[in-house]
């Protein structure tokens, strides 16, 4: 397991002043924690801030965006970026949940402040308050089209939204626990639900109607992914011909983070389970690199790569801290993990 290098926060605000300091901490599994700080003495003569580190943590690049800093000891270094920018008035706490439209015009966030909001990208501006939910709001996400909005809450309601004028144009009703997470179909005539209640559910937009429960579990699932599926994978056949509402779900696999500890993956048009995976922990979201590759993570802190074709054993297990592996996000050649830290 690799050592992790941390600094606060709020380091670039910390620096952007002479004598500026900011907290630094490397830890390794098994080993004390190492602390120390780094500190801005000044600007160089071309506009960089000249920073140093205390002993035991090096400096290396430093740029007006970011610093590059190392711990020898632990053979470990991180590259550290400053925000673009800061929206700091769109929620007033913590934000649970975001979106970006594909055009990168509009954001849309749900927060533990009761509220969901869409903004401007590029300023923050908000733009509409989207209400109807009672209770928090668990995940919100834009439909391919940037112009309509899908939600989640512990209201058990499944809610589809304009983002020109925030009216609330399809309520789905039927699961009987908290959503946790939403998933679209294609373009969005389907779009997949999975709640506290245990069961994952594929719904029609166009008849506000429930199309099929994907999978119902003995625990609740707390995040899902839909994805077209590796050819040479065997995703069972329905046991009666699907619904013409059907649209887009040949040839996809769900998958399925449940709180047993378990990741599932099912053939969506068939509801036939196709693996089961078992990981140290409750899993709490999964993705897809690719038709053959998914990643997952845990309540522990593990983000589990798999190759669906067999999943008897991981291609890797990553750790870098035992904090919760909260969401993922595949980008370029790689992906992104945000950790409950």
Not at 96 to 105: A, E, K, N, Q
Not at 164 to 177: I, L, Q
Not at 305 to 326: C, E, W
Request: glycine residues 10%; neutral net charge.
């Amino acid at each position: 397991m690799a050592a992790t290098l941390r600094i606060q926060s709020d380091w670039s605000r910390a620096l952007s002043k002479d004598e500026g300091e900011a907290w630094l901490s490397c830890r390794s599994p098994g080993k004390p924690t190492l602390y120390g700080s780094v500190t801005r003495r000044g600007l160089s003569s071309d506009g960089i801030p000249d920073i140093v580190a205390s002993e035991g943590f090096v400096v290396g690049e430093v740029t007006k965006k970011s610093i590059l800093i190392s711990c020898p000891h632990e053979n470990v270094s991180t590259k550290f970026l400053a925000p673009y920018t800061s929206f700091c008035r769109i929620h007033q706490k913590s934000i649970t949940c975001l979106d970006i439209s594909s055009s990168g015009g509009l954001g849309v966030s749900t927060s533990t402040d009761g509220t969901m909001k869409i903004w401007q990208a590029a300023n923050g501006e908000i733009r509409r308050l989207l209400e109807g939910h009672v209770y928090d709001v668990n995940c919100c996400r834009f439909f391919p089209s940037g112009l309509v909005v899908l939600s989640g809450g512990m209201d058990a309601q499944l809610k589809i939204w304009s983002a020109e004028d925030a009216s609330c144009v399809v309520t789905f009703k039927g699961h009987k626990g908290g959503i946790l997470d939403t998933a679209i179909v294609d373009r969005g005539r389907n779009v997949l639900s999975c709640s506290r209640d245990g069961t994952a559910r594929l719904w029609d937009c166009g008849k506000s109607a429930c199309l099929g429960v994907i999978a119902d579990c003995s625990s609740p699932i707390n995040g899902i992914a839909v994805g077209t599926a590796d050819n040479s994978l065997n995703l069972g056949t329905p046991e009666k011909p699907p619904s013409e509402r059907e649209v887009g779900t040949e040839g996809k696999i769900l998958l399925l983070a449940r709180e047993d500890k378990k990741l599932q993956g099912m053939g969506l048009q068939s509801r036939q389970p196709v693996f089961l995976f078992v990981g140290s922990d409750a899993f709490n979201c999964c993705t897809f690199l690719s038709s053959t590759y998914i990643l997952a993570g845990t309540q522990d802190g593990n983000i589990y790569q798999l190759d669906v074709r067999n999943t008897n054993a991981p291609i890797q297990v990553i750790h870098r801290s035992g904090a919760p592996v909260l969401s993922l996000l595949p980008y370029r050649d790689g992906f992104i993990a945000s950790q409950g830290n």
